[in-house]
T-cell receptor, first 110, second 111 residues
């Protein structure tokens, strides 16, 4: 499985934007970039995924570098409920497996 | 309904016991997963079922035995576990477009 590198932790203030980076220099042409988050005492939750183009949904935006070797998850206005571990994962779609890396612990300050 | 349910929420078992974890989804997803998560670590994949057939076994010890009786149900049978098997066991199902939906997990303690 291709590997991703994320900062161990990041901090943000409430109502400010948050940019969570992910490096994936060995990404293959068929790998999608998936983001999940895990709130305390809960199972992981799907956030967003994309292949080449930037993607937006109600939770976040995903900005993908032109060479696809890095990506950034953007939370436009952080809330206290966004405090979680954020995982950037490479993989296919459909019924493929999801292999989690260490993730980034996001702390949001009031 | 985008919910994956898992029972029980908590389980304490001795090393000689046999118990089962249950996972259910009614989203029509045809792939289901078992993950194990130790404290402060990321989830680790254990098994993948696709169309009710075991498609991936990540070299899991035989004391863990998965079963997929139908497309909505996934079980994990536990026998002769060790204390180091204590962890949060997560079930997930996969939408055909790739989004995985996770249950809240079963917190297992082996004494």
């Amino acid at each position: 499985d291709a590997k991703t590198t994320q900062p161990n932790s990041m901090e943000s203030n409430e109502e400010e934007p948050v940019h969570l980076p992910c490096n994936h220099s060995t990404i293959s042409g068929t790998d999608y970039i998936h983001w999940y988050r895990q709130l305390p005492s809960q199972g992981p939750e799907y956030v967003i995924h994309g292949l080449t183009s930037n993607v937006n949904n109600r939770m976040a935006s995903l900005a993908i570098a032109e060479d696809r070797k890095s990506s950034t998850l953007i939370l436009h206005r952080a809330t206290l409920r966004d405090a979680a571990v954020y995982y950037c994962i490479l993989g296919g779609t459909s019924y493929g497996k999801l292999t989690f890396g260490q993730g980034t612990i996001l702390t949001v300050h009031p | 309904d985008t919910e994956v349910t898992q029972t029980p929420k908590h389980l304490v078992m001795g090393m000689t016991n046999k118990k089962s974890l249950k996972c259910e989804q009614h989203m029509g997803h045809r792939a289901m997963y078992w993950y194990k998560q130790k404290a402060k670590k990321p989830p680790e994949l254990m098994f993948v079922y696709s169309y009710e057939k075991l498609s991936i076994n990540e070299s899991v010890p035989s004391r863990f035995s998965p079963e997929c009786p139908n497309s909505s149900l996934l079980n994990l049978h536990l026998h002769a576990l060790q204390p180091e098997d204590s962890a949060l066991y997560l079930c997930a199902s996969s939408h055909p477009l790739g989004q995985k939906y996770f249950g809240p997990g079963t917190r297992l303690t082996v004494t």
